[in-house]
């Protein structure tokens, strides 16, 4: 017998469409899976959406609701897991205040969910502590894009679109690897003549794409652009007309932009003035250009400038609102995007509002029939609520969708202050590292069993409809909200029948914001395979291109800002004399929960390496696939040693899909942008050394 089961690859932002087919002989099921043709990959799938099956239907799945008994866990019906969550709960606030319980999220859920958890946070427990993952992943390029464009959505222009520009600047964005099957559209662009700038520390199988590949020193983006700027102004290369029209500030970047010194920025960035000068006169002079930007440039303490500056270069050139020509701040996660727009943000509520605006909360008090007056304000950001977690001012966390104490920087902190908490709620499909530490674990459903709405890269709202029923006792996460809502006696806010019901809600609260969805419902979704946000009303078509004739300030246009050449804190010492950057493989998905329960993906690739140059080892003594200790002011891991020459002699690189004694969150550095709050993920300064000498 075959079953058919049509989805989406709970994976990256592409969300590539697939068919998992499940065939039964003798009792034996074998699994095939079909890529599917879909707008954004065009029936292309990866190695990690052909096997994204494995964890799904994998045994390890959670199936029933899990409460810890003297340090073991067992299985427990779902009116005992509520009973007791509301009984903890109930007893924390009233003790120790509202505040005391924090909510964190993630950027794997669907909008429904994000909508509702936002929700919940600030209805059924009035908590200002709220925040997600998506802070480690989007907040600078989201906090570049709100305050340069007036608006944030990821990619300003439909994805062909890259097959006709003249130019592409990838910054920072490794998409061989990350969002592989996108790779076609910047290989036909390469065939089409666009000439390719690719900025990185390393030369990954993105930059052999390359015609220029600038091999950038780790946190040094932002002086980088300074000096293509400085080489587009004074080659005469500036869109005055534009400018003049479209833009405020310009003024004052130039200014700041003539007391540079071309030489100076090419020896604090590691790259010859002569290519900073090739880059600079090759963008300058295209006919049209996109610059894309991933975690590269925005993991950083100065990610959010570092993207305004690359914005700066699209803005001074007039590259931007046209065919070919625009931004592109590569989203991460499946639902990167749409889990930025509705409300699981410390400082947000849904459709972009703010928690903030006065008119924004009494908006959305309408929707959600409570008073403004008890929407509680703004909270602080992920790593933060970590920091409130360690000084007991937060002591219970409800966390859905995030394995923080792997993906938070600063990991040995993080999971000390978890060990603090009086209570821990996890709602999760797999145990991961954090959900072990949970006193009760709640089951979810995986991607195949999830009906709900998820808003890729290009900002296309996509339906992934359920493909087969929940194993066990699992539960949808809004089912799991609603369950905890009434037994806090807030069920009536929370009476939903399906996703669809919660969308239709999120429309309405959508409706006028930034990211207005309102125009958008599952029958259209159904019937044009996507809708563009935002969209206004019912026959919208949904915006592809933005900014063709105006920004989303008031004013109508975009804003230039001059930056400063920024320094990592962190810098090398004799001690720490190596620059650690981090990032991600083809194989693993983020913190590994999913990736390692796959047989497929563990064999390929079943622990973590760390690439080193080989002039580098040798001077520290250290021979290929040897393990090494590699140490940080803040801790230290044990990986085995890749040498290789594609990265600068100065810097090495560690995966992140790995925990425990493999966990390079362990060395990164907890110091934040102090705007958008990213922590500085991409560089830290550690020592290498030979495990046995
Ligand atoms: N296979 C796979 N794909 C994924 C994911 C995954 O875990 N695995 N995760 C998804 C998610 S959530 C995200 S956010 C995206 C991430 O997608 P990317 O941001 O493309 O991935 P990273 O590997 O984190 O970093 C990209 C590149 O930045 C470079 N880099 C490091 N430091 C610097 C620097 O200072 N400056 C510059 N210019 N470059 C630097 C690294 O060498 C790396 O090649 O991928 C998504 N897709
Ligand atoms: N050093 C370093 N650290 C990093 C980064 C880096 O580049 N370097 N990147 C950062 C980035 S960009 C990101 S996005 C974060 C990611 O960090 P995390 O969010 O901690 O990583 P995940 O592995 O995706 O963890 C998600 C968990 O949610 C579960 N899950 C998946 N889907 C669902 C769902 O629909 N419902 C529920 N309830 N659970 C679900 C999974 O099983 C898994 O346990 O890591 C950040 N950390
Ligand atoms: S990981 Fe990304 S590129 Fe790969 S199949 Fe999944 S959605 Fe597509
Ligand atoms: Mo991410």
């Given at each position: 017998m075959e079953t058919v089961m049509e989805t989406q690859c709970p994976?990256?932002?592409?969300q590539c469409k697939m068919q998992v087919i499940e065939k039964k002989e003798s009792g034996l099921k074998t699994y095939k899976v079909l890529p599917k043709q879909n707008a954004a990959s065009e029936g292309r799938l990866c190695i990690k959406g052909m096997n994204a099956y494995q964890h799904a239907l994998s045994g390890e799945r959670i199936t029933t609701p899990l409460i810890k008994k003297d340090g073991v866990f067992m299985p427990a019906t779902w009116e005992e897991a509520y009973a007791l969550i509301a009984t903890e709960f109930s007893r924390i606030q009233s003790e120790f205040g509202r505040d005391a319980i924090g909510v964190y999220g993630g950027g794997s859920l669907t909008n429904e969910t994000s909508y509702l958890l936002g929700k919940f946070a600030r209805v059924a427990l009035q908590t200002k502590y709220i925040d997600y993952n998506g802070r480690f992943c989007m907040s600078a390029a989201a906090t570049a894009g709100n305050k340069a464009f007036g608006i944030d959505r990821g990619l300003t222009n439909p994805l062909p679109e890259v097959r006709q520009s003249d130019c592409l600047i990838l910054a920072g964005t490794n998409i061989a690897e990350c969002q592989p099957t996108l790779m076609p559209y910047f290989t036909d662009a390469k065939k089409n003549g666009a000439y390719i700038i690719v900025i990185d520390p390393r030369n990954t199988l993105t930059a052999e794409l390359a015609d220029l590949h600038l091999k950038v020193k780790p946190g040094m983006d932002a002086a980088l652009a300074n000096g293509l700027l400085k080489v587009i102004i004074d080659g005469g290369y500036a869109d005055e007309l534009f400018l003049e029209k479209r833009t405020n500030g310009f003024e004052e970047v130039k200014a700041h932009i003539d007391t540079l010194d071309l030489a100076k920025l090419a020896s604090i960035t590691g790259v010859p003035a002569e290519d900073i000068q090739e880059a600079g006169k090759r963008f300058g002079k295209a006919a049209s250009g996109m610059i894309l930007t991933a975690?590269?440039?925005?993991?950083?303490?100065?990610g959010y400038m570092a993207v305004r500056n690359f914005i700066n270069i699209l803005l001074v050139t007039g590259k931007i609102g046209k065919v070919g020509s625009g931004y592109g701040a590569v989203t991460g996660q499946a639902n990167g995007q749409g889990g930025r727009e509705h409300?699981?943000?410390?400082?947000q509520l849904p459709g972009y509002r703010s928690i903030e605006n006065l008119e924004d909360r009494a908006y959305i008090a309408g929707v959600w029939g409570v008073?403004?007056?008890?929407l509680p304000g703004k909270g602080v950001s992920a790593y933060e609520m970590m920091e409130k977690v360690h000084e007991r001012e937060i002591c219970t966390l409800f966390l859905m969708g995030s394995n923080p104490i792997v993906s938070n920087p600063n990991a040995n902190f993080v999971e000390e202050g978890l060990r603090k908490l009086d209570f821990l709620v996890v709602a999760d499909m797999l145990m991961s590292e954090t959900a072990q530490m949970a006193d009760v674990i709640l089951p979810t459903s995986s991607y195949l069993e999830n009906e709900g709405t998820l808003t890729n890269l290009e900002g296309r709202v996509l339906l992934r409809e359920a493909a087969r029923p929940v194993p066990g006792f699992v539960k949808q996460d809004w089912e799991v909200l609603s369950g905890v809502a009434e037994l806090l006696e807030k069920g009536s806010y929370f009476s939903y029948s399906s996703a669809e019901h919660i969308f239709e809600e999120l429309r309405v609260a959508s409706r006028g914001g930034l990211a207005d969805y309102y125009g958008i419902t599952y029958d259209r979704l159904r019937k044009e395979e996507g809708v563009y946000w935002p969209c206004p009303s019912i026959d919208h078509p949904g915006e592809k291109r933005l900014f063709e004739t105006s920004f989303a300030h008031s004013d109508g246009k975009a804003a230039l800002i001059p930056v400063d050449n920024h320094f990592p804190k962190e810098q090398t010492s004799e001690e720490f004399s190596l620059y650690l950057t981090t990032g991600r493989v083809l194989g693993h998905y983020l913190t590994g929960v999913q990736t390692r329960k796959s047989p497929t993906l563990e064999a390929r690739q079943f622990e973590s390496f760390i690439e080193i140059h080989p002039k580098t080892a040798r001077k520290l003594n250290i021979r290929d696939e040897t393990l090494v200790k590699v140490k940080s002011r803040r801790g230290e891991i044990v990986v085995r040693s890749k040498l290789t020459a594609s990265i600068r002699e100065d810097t090495v690189f560690v995966p992140m899909h790995w925990s425990g004694i493999q966990n390079i969150n362990k060395l990164t550095n907890e110091e934040l942008d102090p705007t958008c709050k990213m922590p500085g993920f991409k560089v830290c300064a550690v020592s290498v050394t030979p495990l046995l000498t």
């Open positions: 994976f990256c932002s592409v975690r590269g440039v925005e993991q950083q303490t100065d409300g699981q943000k410390a400082d008073e403004p007056d008890d």
